[in-house]
Structure formats: C-alpha cells, structure tokens
C-alpha cells in the first residue's frame, strides 16, 4: 500500500509463516522515534530494531558525529587542559575544549630558553 502520510514506510515482513492450515500473517514494519536510530534492517521475516540516540554529557563529551536514521551519535571526551595550558574556549555540545600554552613570565633567570 502506498498511502504517502508522514514518514510510515507501508512496509510489512511475514509476522507469521503460512502452515498447511492458515494463511501467512503480515505486520507493518516500526518505524524508529525522533530520539532512535534503525539497530537492525527489516527482514522479509523481521520487524526494524530501534535503538535510542546516545546523549552526549555536557562538559564531559561532545557530539563528533550526528545521529541518522541508520546510525547512533558519535560522542568524544573532552579535552583536559595540562598544568601548562589554560582554557581558551569552553566546550559546547559539538565542540571539544580548546587549551592555550600558559606566558612564560621573565623571572631574570637564566633557565630560560634565551628568548
């Protein structure tokens, strides 16, 4: 059936095999929730699978890549800023934290590197 409404496939898979004494049962395929990503193709025989979208921790991860209808979201943690970095621009939630070399002050010393 191709009744075009919404994002409904009118796919269907075999929910139940035909015997000697009843005919097969067909079941419309799911389709996946905003919030979920196709896990496992339809069969002739099976429905989707639908997986929830990972949820990147604000501060902690960040989104590298973004979820389809195929695919769950990618997150990568934060960079940390070293002893001798501070941060320059805070993380977003598609954005890793950027880190900038602390000024090395002219104490008078000589163990410098003769700049």
Do not use: H, I, M
């Not at 193709?41 to 929830?52: F, G, K, V």
């Not at 960079?79 to 805070?90: H, L």
């Amino acid at each position: 059936s191709s009744s075009g409404s919404g994002s409904g496939s009118g796919l269907e898979y075999e929910s139940k095999a035909p015997t000697a004494t009843s005919d097969r049962e067909c079941s419309p395929v799911k389709d996946c929730g905003a919030d979920e990503f196709q896990s496992k193709a339809p069969t002739a025989t099976s429905d989707r699978e639908c997986s929830p979208v990972t949820e990147c921790v604000e501060g902690e991860t960040y989104e590298t890549q973004g979820p389809t209808d195929t695919s769950d979201r990618v997150c990568t943690p934060v960079k940390e800023c070293g002893s001798d970095e501070y941060e320059t621009q805070a993380p977003t939630a598609t954005s890793d934290r950027v880190c900038s070399p602390l000024t090395e002050c002219n104490d008078g010393s000589s163990s410098g590197s003769g700049s």
